[in-house]
């Protein structure tokens, strides 16, 4: 019985882990180069007045706070982590 348990609940834990390791799409506006996600998360997105420092994490730097617009950042943040295997 208690080898019975044991088995569940490592079943169940990889259950879990094959859970979290689902890909992850989320599409890129066109107006984002076309749509092109490799292009986003490499130059990021100028005239919204930030730039990519490291698409792996996901960080920006803001050239001019008041052209920022967060939408586009907050979405280089989000996507290109995960196109890059972060």
Known sequence: MR???HLLFVTLLALGCNAIAT???EPIPPQYYGGDPFKFCTFG???DCWAP???AT???TVTNYY???EYSALLYARVCP???GA
């Open 23 to 25: 890909p992850y799409y």
């Open 67 to 69: 052209c920022f617009n």
């Open 3 to 5: 080898l019975l348990k």
């Open 82 to 84: 995960h196109a890059f």
């Open 58 to 60: 996901g960080t920006f």
């Open 53 to 55: 420092i490291d698409p």
């Open 45 to 47: 997105w100028p005239p």
